[in-house]
């Protein structure tokens, strides 16, 4: 394809090496691969940034335990509950 082979990609690594020079060049690929892992991130996993939402946690006036959103009454004690 493009007729590039692998003669050709090593000239260009080479150029690449002397344009860049060999101690720049693993920089330049951990940046590109961190740029490449926070991509991925935030493609694979976007509901991952909302955070979920806060649970009331409701507790009888009478014993103190806990209770759910939709009992008006404790069925631990039998306390009617407070608004
Ligand atoms: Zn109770």
């Known amino acids: ?11 260009i690594l080479v150029i690449a090496l002397l344009v860049f020079g060999v101690g720049k060049l ?10 490449i892992r926070e991509f991925k991130k935030s493609v694979e996993s976007p509901e ?3 955070p979920p939402a806060p649970i009331k946690e409701i507790a009888c006036s009478q014993c103190r335990r806990p209770l759910q959103n939709d009992w008006s009454v404790c069925p631990h004690c039998g306390t009617k509950r407070e608004a």
């Open 1 to 11: 394809m493009f007729g590039l082979g692998m003669p050709e990609l090593l000239i």
């Open 48 to 50: 991952k940034e909302v």
């Open 26 to 35: 693993p920089q330049i690929g951990s940046s590109l691969g961190g740029a």
